[in-house]
């Protein structure tokens, strides 16, 4: 842990880009605006300062942050590139664990946040559907009338799903990486969506999720294809 923080200082920079060279108290104000709660004010600089300090030597009075609070700084940090030279097995495994803890934290309102999407988004992914229709009778307009007949076998309704998602995919990272406007966030008018901050990990644990639910859904329609197929055998 020391190893990171230590990696943490000497990489740190200002939020106009230059190094602090030495002096850390901006580095602790982000830090402590990246560990408040929603509902929290970031604690003091002198305060966490101390517990910097704390946290840091091997002396009396070392004390160990808590686990979603040290993840959150190592999230922010790596998110800004202050661990890019961070090369230690150990460090590197210890960064992994945080960052899963992060993923694994709250799981109650993960699961109140993915119904409440579940609902936000049928309506919107209703009218992608519904736009496949259309899409395949331009198609057939487009192409030779010998062909016509095939276009509404299931290789060019999958093809257009393919595209759809895809679409829906790029157009989203797009959309992410977009520079956020100032004044939807929490008390100094930043965004709380930033485009640097933990996303690498975010996103590898989403394709993972992704994944999973795809290749469930092809589970279970290779298995209705086999009875479709037994039973007209």
């Known amino acids: 842990m020391v190893e990171i923080l230590e990696e943490i200082e000497q990489n740190a920079f200002a939020q106009d880009g230059t190094p602090l060279r030495g002096d850390i108290t901006q580095m602790l104000e982000l830090l402590a605006v990246a560990t408040a709660g929603p509902r929290e004010s970031p604690r003091a600089v002198a305060a966490m300062r101390k517990a910097w300090w704390r946290w840091k030597t091997d002396g009396q009075g070392a004390t160990t942050p808590p686990v979603i609070e040290l993840a959150q700084i190592v999230r922010y940090a790596k998110g800004n590139g202050w661990l890019r030279n961070l090369t230690s097995p150990g460090a590197l495994r ?54 016509t007949a095939d276009m509404h076998r299931s290789a060019l309704v999958q093809m257009e799903v393919h ?54 859904a092809a589970d279970d329609m290779g298995s209705i294809e086999k009875s479709l197929q037994r039973s007209a055998g």
Do not use: C, Y
């Not at 960052?99 to 988004?121: C, F, G, I, K, Y």
């Not at 959309?175 to 930043?190: H, I, M, V």
């Open 94 to 147: 210890l960064v992994s664990r945080l960052m899963q803890a992060l993923r694994d934290a709250n799981p109650m309102q993960r699961r109140e946040s993915e119904h409440a999407w579940r609902e936000a988004v049928k309506e919107p992914v209703d009218q992608l559907i519904a736009g496949i229709e259309p899409q395949l009778t331009r198609h057939a307009a487009t192409q030779p009338r010998s062909s």
């Open 163 to 216: 595209a759809m998602v895809t679409g829906f995919f790029e157009q989203l990272i797009r959309t992410l990486e977009e520079p956020r406007k100032p004044g939807n966030g929490q008390g100094d008018g930043q965004p709380l969506l930033q485009p640097r901050e933990g996303w690498p990990d975010a996103l590898m644990s989403m394709a993972a999720d992704i994944s999973k639910i795809l290749n469930r």
